[in-house]
């Protein structure tokens, strides 16, 4: 093979890699590989149609990220959120989010609530035909709509980072105490607190909404 063959192949192996990266994300927050459980690089090569290489290249990166934890001699395994981890990025979260919602009330405009709007109702759509993965992936796009809303990239980008930590691990979700249900309510009230200028409302939401896991675990 070629020099240029090999960077060419080289290339393509990466791109690959990058997108299983992104599928096995997508499928440990949409409930398709829960916490605990084990990634076997056969059977990922056969789900997704990518040879071992590129499962094991994935696999690698994901572990390096934290999302994942290598077992030696058992292979790869999701990894479960400590409680502490989970109340340290909560509060970090409430931080900025709390904090970006005057921004929001003042800046938003029909054209940036489009997206918002359209986001909320695809969770929902997704919730009623129980889609795990198109739940996850409509709740991150929820709320990178909301984050726009304050017209600032720093503040947006900061807090996509914080909620996009919670793809590293594992922990328990929307299936319990009616997380899904709860999940739409909310949903829609931030919308109708944008709506009628209630920032004490939309505050109070976000605040619910992000600290809602808290109720569904006893440790």
């Known amino acids: 093979m070629s020099r240029a063959a090999e960077r060419q192949e080289a290339v393509r192996q990466d791109k690959d890699q990058s997108w299983l990266q992104e599928q096995l994300r997508i499928g440990m927050g949409g409930g398709r590989f829960p916490a605990d459980s084990w990634l076997r690089q056969d ?17 690698e990166r ?50 940036l609530m489009a997206p918002v709007r359209q986001a909320c109702a695809q969770f929902e759509h997704a919730a009623v035909e129980g889609d795990g993965e198109a739940m996850f992936l409509n709740n991150h796009a929820f709320h990178r709509a909301l984050a726009v809303l304050a017209g600032n990239r720093p503040l947006a980008d900061q807090v ?22 709860r999940s739409i309510r909310e949903h829609y009230a931030m919308v109708e607190a944008l709506d009628t200028g209630d920032i004490l409302g939309l505050q109070g939401t976000v605040q619910r909404h992000l600290t809602a896991w808290q109720e569904r675990v006893t440790d």
């Open 62 to 111: 994901l572990s390096e990220a934290g999302a994942i934890e290598h077992v030696p001699h058992r292979g790869y395994r999701v990894r479960r959120w400590s409680h502490q981890e989970r109340l340290e990025l909560t509060e970090a979260r409430l931080v900025v989010e709390l904090a970006m919602a005057p921004l929001m009330m003042a800046r938003r405009t029909e054209a």
């Open 160 to 181: 996509n980072w914080l909620r996009e930590q919670g793809m590293r691990g594992a922990g328990p979700g929307w299936p319990k105490a009616g997380g899904v249900e």
């Open 43 to 59: 059977a990922l090569a056969e789900l997704y149609g990518v040879s071992r290489f590129v499962v094991r290249g994935a696999l």
